[in-house]
């Protein structure tokens, strides 16, 4: 599966944005999908997983209550809704799948990775 990034920008602290992930492949719909992103200077990061019904999701605790994964199946498509956004939260955003059967445990390798999307919060 190939993945596509977009809808990042410059937002104001306390804005919103949207993050799409377009995949291309009948198999994305057995793929779990994963939100990553990673600031200047710092290690990637785990920001929120979806299973591949769509019916669970985590987030990392720094995004818990403020970010929203989704995804629609029949359009191939992943999103993540970013509210109340802070300048910590500027990073350039990835997503990535996997078969995973556990979304709590983010760690290890992902086969499919898009190409990024930057997101800066201004303050």
């Known amino acids: 599966v190939q993945l596509q990034a977009s809808g990042g920008g410059l937002v104001q602290t306390g804005g919103s944005l949207r993050l799409s992930c377009a995949a291309s492949?009948?198999?994305?719909?057995?793929?779990?999908m994963h939100w990553f992103r990673q600031a200047p200077g710092q290690e990637r990061e785990f920001v929120a997983a979806i299973s591949w019904t769509g019916d669970r999701t985590y987030y990392s605790d720094s995004v818990k209550g403020r970010f929203t994964i989704s995804r629609d199946n029949a359009e191939n498509t992943v999103y993540l809704q970013m509210n109340s956004l802070k300048p910590e939260d500027t990073a350039v955003y990835y997503c990535?799948?996997?078969?995973?059967?556990?979304?709590?445990?983010?760690?290890?390798?992902?086969?499919?990775w898009g190409q990024g999307t930057l997101v800066t919060v201004s303050s």
């Open positions: 990535a799948a996997r078969a995973t059967i556990r979304l709590e445990a983010p760690g290890g390798s992902y086969p499919h």
């Open positions: 492949g009948r198999s994305f719909r057995t793929y779990a």
